[in-house]
């Protein structure tokens, strides 16, 4: 009897043993959360490390750290968070050379916004995998838990080095400078308009179709380390018989340092728009013209009836600022900020 307890004893023994050395086996994947919908249940916000605990799947794939940099919903983000992450990202990569990728847990209004900030600023051709949610984590059909464990396979995933920070949700991959959410609640929010997706994450495999070829990571100039402020950038919008009130306005009383101007699809604006916008550019302040439509390029067409702007190319408005922002802490010259939004 007693050699058969022992016997037992020793066969869990060893079974532990080896779930230990596997679990060791695997990558580390430093979880960096913000809060948001994928944290959120109808009680209140959990904190990571319970989302994560929560998710049994998870612990066959990676090795987990998980810290908390804020716990906001979208709405509250603010450029202090994400000079705060950057920040707290890079130092990971330079200190901890043994994490395979960084998984950032994010609201779903501004996860995009946050992700090409971070693909224009971390410094390390390791993943940068931002995930969100559209249900809350205990509700009926949460995506939260899936868009996690995703998200963490993406991160442990060789494939995904070198390609900025990406966006997954919902068994998509997107590249965080081209993605935008396009619907309130359905889980299919997520859409990179004319270019399409970059991967797919199924139940067996990461698989990667395409890569980014513009700028991002290792390759940009902008270095936020010792930034204390990002340069105010204001986003004002075409409509019809809009006049350029708010753009004198941001000029003379926002103090902005830069305009973007959601334009007409066209990439255009208004007449009384038009002469606001040459009257900013003339003071020294660039002024980006973007299209409110959502696809297409925004280039100048006009030939030699020259405007003093520089053209967004396929940038939404709310990416041609985050870009205009970095710029403008290398540059004011106009000609350079427009070859920055050619190369990023």
Known sequence: MNYLILSVAMAVL?????????????????VVATGG????????????????????????????????????????ITLDNWLRLARRINEI???????????VTHGSNTVEETGYFLSLTVKSDKPVVLTAAQRQFTTLSSD?????????????????RGKGALIVTNDVINAARDVTKNI???????????LGVLGYVDEDRVTFYRAPLKQHTTATPFDVSRLQKLPRVDIITSYVDADGALIDAAVAHAKV?????????????????????NRAAAKGIPVVMTNRGGTGRVTDTRGKEARPLVFGDNLTPQKARILLML??????????????????
């Open 93 to 103: 990569f330079a200190q901890e050379a043994e994490v395979k990728g960084v998984v």
């Open 144 to 160: 939260s838990p899936k868009n996690f464990l995703q998200a963490v396979r993406v991160a442990a995933s060789g494939d995904a």
């Open 184 to 194: 309130t609640y359905r889980l299919e929010t997520y859409n990179s308009r004319d």
């Open 327 to 344: 710029a403008l802490t290398t540059t004011r010259d106009p000609a350079e900020i427009q070859r920055i939004f050619e190369r990023h």
């Open 257 to 277: 340092e830069g305009l973007v101007i959601a334009g007409f699809p066209t990439g255009s604006a208004t007449p009384a728009m038009e002469q606001a916008m």
């Open 14 to 30: 060893a079974a532990s043993t080896s779930a230990a050395v596997a679990q060791e086996m695997l990558p580390l994947i430093k």
């Open 37 to 76: 919908t994928i944290a959120n249940t109808p009680s209140g916000r959990l904190n990571a490390a319970e989302v994560a605990d929560a998710i049994p799947a998870l612990k066959k794939v990676a090795r987990l750290e998980v810290e908390e940099v804020v716990r906001v919903g979208s709405s509250s």
